[in-house]
């Protein structure tokens, strides 16, 4: 019997040991800390980049050794949302993914991922994509250009084919400017905040839609509040008259629209509602993605590219803000572009004559 445990326990010490050289061989750092967040355990890579030392640091609260900004706030909040983009304290050249994995009893694994080569990645792809938007424009310029010195009507035998070649290099130039204008937001962390005047930009994209329509819907504004937006009023601008010509193209005739602008304690909405075609629910969490359109032979038969609501999510996210879809198919679809009560003015005081 005796025998019997003792090779037991050596099995199980050497399952653990396998265990723990597994763990000490991993790429990624990995802290066990307890529920007083201190270091009960951590791996070769998180001596290295999260600049710990071996046994010292063990036993020592993890927010006091592991010098990451915010990182005792982050773990206080449980971690749930990972920290994505950190520089390693003990190798600045290498960026980390942070993130917080309960386990067993208030432990948690704090886990470091190099994520150094994705960004880099992401780099290049921004770049290519910027730098062959770039590239395009000019000679579209020129083919634009000498396409619009010719008269389709002159050439009657040519006519349809010219118009043809218009619409596409005018929707080609469309989908260059999209991009660059992509490649814009994708690289700023910021952008410039000034007062947005929400009364006169209500009414811009009211005419706006009323031209798009030609009279083919109803178009309404229901303005509830007076304050005013903080941030890049062109950006606003762009974002919101996506929302407005998307509600346009994708309702049919004698559909209505409302522009409603409406603002409280928790902050302010913009929406822009209609009783349009619908989307259904599967498509929902991919409209933001880049080229991502619902229905393509709808799409493009009304020039769609798919772009649109991607630019939107970039403004929104640079001004703290976040978009809400509720669509129902037949019925109609909302898109709401929520900000933080940070960013509401209140209505700028009339100036009184002296
Ligand atoms: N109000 C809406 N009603 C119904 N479908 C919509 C509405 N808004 C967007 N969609 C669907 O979402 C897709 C993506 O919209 P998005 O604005 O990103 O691209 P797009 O309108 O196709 O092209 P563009 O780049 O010119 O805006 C559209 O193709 C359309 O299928
Ligand atoms: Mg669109």
């Known amino acids: 019997?005796?025998?019997?445990?003792?090779?037991?326990?050596?099995?199980?010490?050497?399952?653990?040991?396998?265990f723990r050289d597994a763990a000490?061989?991993?790429?990624?750092a990995l802290v066990a800390i307890d529920d007083e967040r201190r270091i009960r355990w951590f791996n070769t890579a998180a001596g290295r980049l999260l600049g710990l030392t071996w046994p010292d640091?063990?036993?020592?609260?993890?927010?006091?050794?592991?010098?990451i900004p915010g990182i005792r706030e982050w773990i206080a909040s449980g971690g749930a949302e990972s920290l994505p983009d950190v520089t390693a304290p003990g190798?600045?050249?290498?960026?980390?993914?942070?993130?917080?994995?309960?386990?067993?009893?208030?432990?948690?694994?704090?886990?470091?991922?190099?994520?150094?080569?994705?960004?880099?990645?992401?780099?290049?792809?921004?770049?290519?994509?910027?730098?062959?938007?770039?590239?395009?424009?000019?000679?579209?310029?020129?083919?634009?250009?000498?396409?619009?010195?010719?008269e389709p009507e002159q050439?009657?035998?040519?006519?349809?084919?010219?118009?043809?070649?218009?619409?596409?290099?005018?929707?080609?130039?469309?989908?260059v400017e999209d991009?660059?204008?992509?490649?814009?937001?994708?690289?700023?962390?910021?952008?410039?905040?000034t007062r947005v005047a929400m009364g006169p930009l209500l009414r811009t994209l009211m005419r706006d839609a009323e031209g798009l329509s030609r009279g083919r819907h109803e178009i309404t504004i229901e303005a509830t509040s007076e304050h005013d937006l903080l941030g890049s009023p062109k950006d606003l601008y762009s974002a919101f008259s996506n929302l407005v010509s998307n509600a346009v193209r994708y309702t049919p005739v004698g559909g209505?629209?409302?522009?409603?602008?409406?603002?409280?304690?928790?902050?302010?909405?913009?929406?822009?509602?209609?009783?349009?075609?619908?989307?259904?629910?599967?498509?929902?969490?991919?409209l933001t993605e880049r080229f991502y359109r619902v229905s393509t032979s709808r799409s493009r038969e009304t020039g769609g590219t798919g772009l649109g609501l991607s630019i939107v999510k970039h403004v929104l996210q640079l001004?703290?803000?976040?978009?809400?879809?509720?669509?129902?198919?037949?019925?109609?679809?909302?898109?709401?572009?929520?900000?933080?009560?940070?960013?509401?003015?209140?209505?700028?005081?009339?100036?009184?004559?002296?």
Not at 24 to 28: E, F, G, S
Not at 58 to 65: I, K, T, W
């Open 91 to 150: 190798d600045a050249e290498v960026h980390l993914g942070m993130r917080l994995i309960p386990y067993a009893d208030d432990h948690a694994l704090l886990l470091g991922r190099d994520i150094s080569q994705v960004l880099r990645l992401e780099k290049v792809r921004r770049d290519f994509v910027a730098n062959v938007s770039h590239e395009l424009r000019t000679p579209l310029t020129v083919v634009h250009g000498y396409l619009d010195l010719i």
């Open 57 to 67: 640091h063990l036993g020592h609260r993890v927010d006091e050794v592991v010098a």
């Open 155 to 175: 050439i009657p035998e040519y006519e349809s084919i010219l118009r043809e070649l218009r619409n596409q290099s005018r929707r080609m130039t469309q989908i």
């Open 256 to 286: 209505r629209i409302a522009i409603a602008w409406q603002t409280d304690t928790n902050g302010g909405r913009l929406a822009v509602r209609d009783t349009g075609h619908g989307i259904s629910p599967q498509h929902l969490p991919r």
């Open 319 to 354: 001004h703290g803000a976040h978009l809400e879809v509720h669509s129902e198919v037949g019925a109609g679809s909302t898109f709401a572009c929520i900000f933080g009560a940070e960013r509401l003015l209140p209505p700028e005081p009339l100036c009184e004559e002296a």
């Open 24 to 28: 000490a061989a991993l790429p990624d």
């Open 1 to 18: 019997m005796k025998a019997r445990a003792a090779r037991r326990r050596t099995a199980l010490v050497s399952l653990v040991r396998a």
């Open 179 to 193: 991009l660059l204008t992509l490649s814009r937001l994708d690289a700023e962390d910021a952008l410039p905040e």
